[in-house]
């Protein structure tokens, strides 16, 4: 116990000094370059977290939580450290939880379905759209701050490029939430993942790792994304909630478009060169991944895996 609790505690400094570089590295700088370095640390951050729940339980995911919410209150700020301890910590503790939840039958123990994990994992990013949401309407001053001052960048950008925004800062703004929540849905999934391959490096994990070939979402999560999709072409006026039901769902569907890729692609000849092939050209045509997503959709009704599956035992991928 002695031993795990100091793992514990020391993982949640760890998670608040990432967490303090992060915000460091931002100051002063407006290039590519310090964006990127501020996503990676913010990613990074929450690696430990995940490391604390995934190796060593969902008690010290708790503990290691709690300690970096105390360290940065005291380092940078209480508001800081309670508002991260809502949009970073939460996801972490509740995602822990049902990724560590099992039940046994004959012997064999079957861990919670990975379909189910990333179910929660979009309602997560879904209510952190909805905390983005009320934040800015709650907060009226930080809300006329950042259209002012997406205003003034907007009309820098008409008058070095010579470019016309299509949007204003009151509708830039406005739209921004039903894009934070899945960004930062995307963040967790990352970390959590990176997470769990550290930890199978060393041996540590409590579970296996669950196989993106197995998930299969259910048929009225399908009928959703679809009824939101619909929605949102015959509203005229964006509504950044169903928006972001919309990108989480999409998402999600694509993850499993690439289950699907992936057990029919056991059939081909020259399996890694094409699977290459297809990331490469989902990073140069964005509109691949929409194509992906219909492809996941299909699942649920036809099962590509099931009629076009190889007959022998799937590698994981």
Request: glycine residues 10%.
């Amino acid at each position: 116990m002695g031993k795990e609790l100091v793992v514990a505690v020391a993982l949640g400094i760890l998670n608040t000094a990432l967490v303090a570089l992060s915000i460091l590295g931002n100051v002063g700088g407006t290039s590519f370059g310090t964006a990127f370095q501020t996503v990676a640390f913010w990613i990074l951050s929450l690696i430990p977290l995940f490391v604390s729940g995934l190796g060593f339980g969902l008690r010290s995911a708790l503990i290691s939580v709690a300690t970096s919410v105390v360290v940065a209150a005291i380092a940078i700020d209480t508001g800081f450290a309670l508002a991260y301890a809502v949009i970073a910590g939460l996801p972490v503790v509740i995602l822990v939880r049902q990724a560590l939840l099992w039940r046994e039958s004959d012997g064999t123990r079957f861990w919670y379905p990975v379909d189910y994990l990333l179910i929660w994992w979009a309602g997560i990013c879904i209510g952190l759209t909805g905390l983005a949401i009320g934040l800015l309407y709650w907060d009226d001053a930080l809300r006329q701050g950042m259209v002012e001052a997406f205003d003034q960048m907007l009309v820098q950008m008409q008058e070095i490029q010579g470019v016309t925004p299509a949007l204003t800062g009151e509708e830039f703004v406005s739209l921004m939430p039903q894009f934070l929540g899945p960004i930062w849905g995307m963040f967790i999934l990352l970390s959590g993942c990176l997470a769990q391959g550290l930890l199978v490096r060393f041996k540590k994990n409590i579970r296996p790792t669950p196989k993106l070939t197995k998930m299969a979402l259910p048929g009225w999560l399908a009928l959703a994304f679809i009824a939101a999709t619909a929605l949102s072409v015959l509203f005229d006026t964006p509504l950044p909630l169903l928006g972001a039901v919309v990108i989480t769902l999409e998402t999600l569907f694509f993850l499993q478009g690439m289950a699907v890729i992936h057990v029919v692609s056991h059939r081909w000849n020259g399996r890694p060169f094409i699977l290459g092939a297809v990331y490469i050209l989902m990073i140069i045509t964005l509109w691949l991944v929409l194509l992906v997503a219909i492809l996941g959709l299909m699942e649920n009704w036809i099962g590509f895996r099931r009629r076009f599956a190889v007959t022998t035992k799937l590698e994981e991928d």
